[in-house]
């Protein structure tokens, strides 16, 4: 098993430096850009959200991103110390509707659902902790 991890302030400028990790990560193992944008793109949410509602703003090590590779399965740990709040739990919009009705703040949680295969939440302590994996199509193997 390949795996690393980040710790990372709540700043929003660690957003850039979370990205920078995935993307090396990726890199490293062959997974292709398209699967570091989606990652990116996942951890930017949930890093922004924790930030701005989730009370993390200027906090030291307020957030850890790990990501392992087990054979042809990608995890992605995303756990925060912010307030309580499972993602998951958040019902979606009725995208049948005109964009323009679609609620503000719903739409991060349906993108990290659409773009990997399974997610589960966990409170362990003061931790709110975001489990997420994607199957990719065939294992690959670590560039070195």
Do not use: S
């Amino acid at each position: 098993m390949t795996a690393a991890r980040i710790t990372l302030a709540g700043r929003i400028g660690e957003v850039a430096r979370a990205q920078a990790f995935v993307e090396e990560f990726c890199r490293e193992n062959g997974l292709g850009e398209d699967l570091a944008r989606r990652i990116d793109i996942i951890l930017e949410e949930l890093m922004v959200n924790a930030i701005r509602h989730g009370g993390l703003e200027g906090e030291a090590e307020a957030i850890e991103v790990a990501l392992g590779l087990e054979g042809p399965v990608l995890r992605l740990v995303y756990e925060d110390r912010g307030r309580p709040f499972d993602p998951l739990a958040v019902h979606p919009p009725d995208f049948d509707a005109p964009p323009d009705r679609w609620p503000i703040g719903r739409l991060g949680v349906q993108l990290v659902r659409r773009l990997l295969d399974d997610a589960r939440y966990e409170r362990t302590g003061d931790h709110n902790r975001l489990t997420l994996t994607k199957t990719l199509a065939r294992a690959r193997e670590p560039q070195g």
